[in-house]
């Protein structure tokens, strides 16, 4: 039928290629396009002065410490997973001294300008460009993508290696080096990028020779053995990470058995996507594989892949959470395009003009979806509260009685939230910034372990002395800082209704000397 005719061959064939469309010919539109982008994100930058996530702090934190010679510290109350390879960016970092943490958002805002690119791409190269650009449009307008990209969150660049990895192989099947490269360094972010690179192995491996199967091989195990190296120098048990994880998903409540997946991966898309693009995927997917199977081929394996290492990491153990899918979902926003651009693949007919109205109308229902349910003041206020929380505290530990009062005890705030951020403003190490919701739970494991002992006999294992004496150590002196702001408790001073609500308030004898918007200090000398 001339109306499904591709208006360009399939890959490998040597069908001639007809005059391309408007719509064929918008590389130099999509380059001055993303260049606005470009220009836009630095203002962002500067107007939104947003600073690192919790995670990211600690890699900045352990950067610093690997700076100053000191001893890495991986096992501490809900520190987060390392990741050898931001760990090496926070060493880095610590050339540019206190910008260190801004330079950080920078380079995660940079990556995700890299990662627009990237889905630009994969989108042309499946279809056309305007495909592509509708594809980067989904991805911008998605905000929680943009927004971790805001807050520094280390799997936006982790995505960028992984499209670009998909864009290489596609233009050349079985590239093998570059790919593996890109997929090494995603292991060095996400143990996902593992089973990628196995996976990839298997793809290039068979037809290689021996000795690019050693390369391969050296490659696609680098990922894995330098996590497992970090782990052992650091604590002397090379599957720490793994070990560590999985008690920190329990702990948080974040695993969830093999059988609630299934139900759980599409609740967690339409989270990530919304719902008109979830559902555009699924038309697009059906589309895209009538049309030209062998253009779908690289989204799908994108799609796929990443459903596998998603419940692969479930099956582990390890937390179970909507943004561990963010990467297969960009295959979504591919698919979704093809379901609303891929009318450019046909010549003109009527099945190119019905295709074209009903993609008109997917538009106009997806930004009155949109726009019915988008609240743009709720982004404004958590990355301003971002830069104006980052003050306050600033502000609070460089108080010259605050500082005094660091040389009589430990910092403690009320959880395990505004741990990083104090560690890294205070220049303080290790040990001198603590939790006083770690602090009640230390106690109270005390309490229980005696209680048990002298009624019934039943062993319950006390704390360590030395964390005995250090969580005592809070009540006799030092500063507690106190978060204030109704906004900034949710945020910061909030993590389980099971807490003890004294966690919220300084210990006794403590006398304020700094309030500020969102905290107040308490010393105690």
């Avoid at 360094?185 to 068979?206: D, N, Q, S």
Wanted: aromatic share 12%; hydrophobic share 50%; proline share 6%.
């Amino acid at each position: 039928m001339e109306g499904t005719t591709l208006t360009r061959p399939e890959p490998g064939t040597d069908s001639a290629r007809p005059q391309p469309s408007l719509w064929e010919r918008g590389d130099r539109a999509a380059k001055i396009a993303f260049a606005l982008l470009c220009v836009a994100t630095a203002i962002g930058f500067f107007v939104f002065p947003t600073y690192p996530v919790y995670d990211s702090y600690y890699s900045l934190l352990w950067g610093r410490d690997l700076w100053h010679l000191d001893g890495l510290v991986f096992d501490g109350f809900r520190y987060p997973t390392e990741h050898p390879l931001t760990i090496a960016a926070g060493f880095i970092l610590q050339f540019f001294g206190g910008w260190a943490d801004r330079l950080w958002v920078g380079l995660i805002l940079a990556s995700f300008l890299v990662l627009v690119a990237g889905l630009y791409r994969l989108g042309k190269i499946a279809a056309t460009p305007l495909v592509g650009a509708v594809a980067a449009l989904l991805l911008i307008t998605r905000f929680d993508y943009p927004f971790l990209a805001a807050r520094g969150y280390l799997d936006i660049p982790y995505m960028a290696l992984v499209v670009w990895a998909a864009i290489f192989e596609w233009q050349r099947p079985r590239r093998g080096v570059s790919v593996l490269v890109l997929l090494s360094l995603a292991g060095m972010l996400r143990p996902e990028a593992w089973f990628l690179a196995a996976m990839y192995w298997c793809w290039v491996v068979w037809k290689a020779t021996w000795r690019q199967r050693a390369v391969y091989t050296a490659l696609a195990a680098s990922g894995p053995l330098v996590w497992f190296a970090v782990d052992f120098l650091v604590t002397g048990d090379p599957l720490f990470s793994l070990h560590y994880t999985s008690a920190s998903a329990e702990d948080l409540g974040r695993q969830r058995p093999l059988s609630e997946l299934p139900a759980a991966i599409p609740t967690f898309f339409q989270n990530l996507v919304k719902l008109p693009v979830f559902v555009a995927a699924g038309v697009g997917l059906v589309l895209g594989v009538v049309i030209s199977p062998r253009r779908m081929v690289m989204p799908i394996v994108v799609l796929a892949s990443g459903l596998v290492t998603f419940i692969a990491m479930g099956v582990a153990g390890a937390s179970v959470i909507e943004r561990y899918l963010a990467a297969p979902a960009l295959a979504l926003m591919v698919l979704a395009a093809v379901a609303i651009g891929g009318w450019t693949m046909l010549l003109p007919g009527w099945v190119r003009n019905v295709w074209m109205v009903g993609a008109i109308a997917i538009v106009i229902f997806g930004v009155v979806f949109t726009a019915t349910r988008l609240n743009l003041a709720r982004f404004d206020n958590e990355l301003r509260f971002r830069g104006q929380a980052h003050e306050d505290l600033s502000e609070v530990l460089r108080d010259p009685r605050v500082k005094a009062g660091l040389a009589c005890g430990p910092l403690t705030g009320p959880n395990h939230k505004i741990v990083p951020d104090a560690r890294w403003i205070a220049g303080l190490g290790d040990g001198r910034v603590l939790a006083r919701e770690w602090v009640d739970r230390i106690e109270r494991q005390a309490r229980d372990a005696a209680a048990a002992k002298s009624k019934n006999g039943k062993v319950i294992k006390p704390p360590s002395a030395e964390d005995l004496a250090l969580a005592r150590s809070t009540h006799d002196g030092g500063v507690a800082i106190v978060v204030t702001s109704r906004f900034a408790i949710f945020k910061h001073a909030w993590s389980d209704s099971a807490d003890n609500p004294l966690i919220q308030v300084p210990p006794p004898g403590f006398q304020r000397v700094k309030t500020t918007r969102f905290y107040a200090a308490y010393v105690r000398c």
